[in-house]
């Protein structure tokens, strides 16, 4: 009897937080055809989950996610394999960076191409001292891509932006924080349990109304000041008749902490 190949995703949930690990080490957690599957599998059951208030995304070993996997890639033969390809991708990227939960991303290792892409997706990045965010694409003769062309420039501006990726770049921890990238660096033996810390925060705050917030915030950019003054005025008549929000105004009458998660 064929034996079961080994999951390439860890998948638990815990308490209010969902937890899921890249962990194909072989391939330094690539986004291979396998993890196109079950990665996108988990961040749907994530969301549809009323039990999950928060997503909390890193990897296992040295690497977060090592991005496109090259032997998949070298079976794409024609222009339309790679369209089917990418109509792929997109049908579980776009979800993903619309998430409407807070999303903690623990870097854990090298980002590397599309992986830097998946690490920037999430909202709290927290990096391991040893971890780094690599450009590969142009190593290899692609344009950047899962978004990255998006939310780069939009994160350290344009110039930045183009200079990390035209000189296959490398930005340390340390930068990604003076950057602006990430939040935090923190020791690698420490940065699972400063992750699920930050996680179990959120989780514990208005999450809901965080998801409302991040939809929004995604306009920003395209939007000019009246329609996205409009945007905010019909999200805080939804936020304002939220659970959340009656249980925030009611304990600051209180003078309490506010319980947004009932479980705590």
């Known amino acids: 009897m064929k034996s079961k190949s080994k999951p390439v995703l860890q998948v638990h949930r815990e308490g209010a937080v969902q937890i899921v690990r890249l962990a194909d080490q072989p391939t330094r957690n690539s986004l291979s055809d396998r993890m196109r599957v079950d990665l996108p599998?988990?961040?749907?059951?994530?969301?549809?989950?009323?039990?999950?208030?928060?997503?909390?995304?890193?990897?296992?070993?040295?690497s977060f996610c090592s991005g496109g996997n090259l032997k998949s890639l070298k079976?794409?033969?024609?222009?339309?394999?790679?369209?089917?390809?990418?109509?792929?991708?997109?049908?579980?990227?776009?979800?993903?960076?619309?998430?409407?939960?807070?999303?903690?991303v623990g870097l854990n290792g090298h980002a590397?191409?599309?992986?830097?892409?998946?690490?920037?997706?999430?909202?709290?990045?927290?990096?391991?001292?040893?971890?780094?965010?690599?450009?590969?694409?142009?190593?290899?003769?692609?344009?950047?891509?899962?978004?990255?062309m998006y939310t780069l420039p939009r994160l350290i501006g344009l110039a930045r932006a183009k200079n990390f990726l035209f000189s296959n770049?490398?930005?340390?921890?340390?930068?990604?924080?003076?950057?602006?990238?990430?939040?935090?660096v923190v020791p690698d033996?420490?940065?699972?349990?400063?992750?699920?810390?930050?996680?179990?925060?959120l989780a514990d705050g208005p999450a809901r109304i965080m998801g409302l917030a991040k939809l929004l915030m995604a306009?920003?950019?395209?939007?000019?000041?009246?329609e996205m003054f409009l945007l905010e005025g019909l999200?805080?008549?939804?936020?304002?008749?939220?659970?959340?929000?009656?249980?925030?105004?009611?304990?600051?009458?209180?003078?309490?902490?506010?319980?947004f998660h009932p479980d705590t």
């Open 41 to 62: 599998n988990a961040l749907q059951q994530a969301a549809a989950d009323p039990r999950v208030r928060v997503l909390y995304l890193t990897g296992t070993g040295r």
């Open 75 to 104: 079976t794409l033969q024609t222009p339309w394999e790679v369209h089917e390809r990418f109509r792929k991708l997109g049908s579980w990227l776009m979800p993903f960076l619309r998430f409407e939960k807070p999303v903690v």
């Open 112 to 148: 590397v191409g599309g992986g830097v892409g998946l690490a920037l997706g999430g909202d709290v990045l927290i990096a391991a001292e040893s971890a780094k965010l690599i450009s590969g694409f142009f190593r290899v003769g692609v344009i950047p891509d899962v978004a990255v």
């Open 169 to 184: 770049g490398t930005i340390t921890a340390q930068q990604a924080v003076e950057m602006g990238l990430a939040a935090a």
């Open 189 to 201: 033996g420490q940065l699972d349990a400063v992750c699920l810390a930050r996680a179990r925060e």
């Open 219 to 226: 306009h920003s950019f395209e939007t000019n000041l009246n």
């Open 235 to 259: 999200g805080q008549s939804l936020a304002m008749s939220s659970t959340e929000c009656q249980e925030g105004i009611k304990a600051m009458m209180e003078n309490r902490p506010a319980r």
